[in-house]
């Protein structure tokens, strides 16, 4: 049996994948990270629900709920790196999101942009843990957001996330 503590060896990996230090934090994403926040709407158009991960417990946080995301590949787009990272961990299909803008997190040597989207019109997204990163994926209610142990950063940020979608 795996130890849940230990990284597996099965992990999606590529040149911009390691910490960099800032102050006196690291960071993980050595050309910055990306993530996206997906929600879907109620029949008034109001976001009801987002994707949420539930972070593997060997990785940085881990345990904690956050969006699907990572680690930057060298010259990659944050919406392509958040869209390839929703992908590889939370099986969700690029041409199923409807980009609506982004948020940047900026620190002197280090940047994560969240990409908040909508489902796409004419798709349907069903989320799970496609990968060894996720203990779970699932569509969370707003309503139920409160009760989950966010990754700090993510909880601190998620009501101004909220603001972009309208």
């Not at 102050?23 to 976001?47: E, Q, S, T, Y």
């Not at 956050?66 to 680690?71: Q, T």
């Not at 309503?143 to 989950?148: K, N, P, S, Y």
Request: aromatic share 6%.
């Amino acid at each position: 049996m795996p130890n849940p503590t230990v990284p597996p060896s099965d992990l999606h990996r590529h040149d911009g994948d390691g910490w960099v230090t800032c102050g006196d934090h690291r960071h993980w994403g050595l050309f910055g990270a990306a993530g996206l926040l997906l929600v879907r709407r109620d029949d008034a158009g109001a976001p009801s629900a987002m994707v949420l991960q539930h972070r593997a417990l060997w990785s940085h946080m881990g345990g904690t709920w956050g969006i699907p995301g990572g680690a930057l590949a060298p010259d990659e787009k944050p919406e392509d790196g958040a869209l390839r990272e929703a992908a590889e961990e939370a099986a969700i299909d690029p041409a199923a999101v409807h980009v609506v803008g982004t948020h940047v997190l900026e620190h002197p040597a280090w940047t994560y942009t969240t990409v908040v989207a909508d489902v796409a019109p004419g798709h349907v997204v069903e989320p799970r843990a496609a990968d060894p990163e996720s203990l779970e994926v699932r569509w969370v209610g707003l309503d139920e957001v409160d009760g989950l142990s966010l990754l700090p950063a993510f909880g601190h940020a998620l009501p101004r996330l909220l603001t972009l979608l309208g």
